[in-house]
């Protein structure tokens, strides 16, 4: 009885975690879908502010501002995008999967 206890406990355990792992994977798919769309957003900015600049309408530091934005929406859209591949890993392996390397390291010289 002991042992169909833990079996059972075992089980419950590993569907948790895979629900858990597929909640944050869907996360992490909402998440990098809104900083793409704050990317785009920052480049047309950028775009909107290089046409204002050349027009004569605003200096250089407005340019500069729209660009540090779109910078900072990159790093954002690069991290969300880390987040979500590690995500799917988890869910992977929540799920019975594992890892291998497609193509193996090469080796240490």
Same mark, same amino acid.
Request: hydrophobic share 45%; no cysteine; proline share 3%.
């Given at each position: ?39 785009? /957003? @920052?480049?047309?900015?950028? &775009? %909107? =502010? ?6 004569? *309408?605003?200096?250089? #530091? ?12 990159? /790093? @954002?859209?690069?991290?969300? &995008? %880390? =987040? ?6 988890? *869910?992977?392996?929540? #799920? ?14």
């Amino acid at each position: 009885m002991k042992r169909w206890l833990s079996y059972n406990q075992t089980v419950l355990e590993a569907l948790r975690s895979a629900a858990d792992a597929l909640s944050n994977w869907q996360g992490s798919q909402q998440q990098l879908t809104s900083v793409r769309q704050a990317e785009h /957003s @920052a480049s047309k900015a950028t &775009e %909107a =502010a290089m046409a204002r600049l050349r027009a004569g *309408l605003v200096n250089k #530091l407005s340019l500069l501002d729209a660009q540090e934005t779109q910078l900072m929406q990159q /790093s @954002a859209r690069l991290d969300a &995008e %880390a =987040a979500q591949r590690l995500s799917w890993v988890a *869910l992977h392996t929540a #799920l019975g999967g594992s890892f291998a390397a497609r193509h193996p390291a090469p080796p240490a010289r």
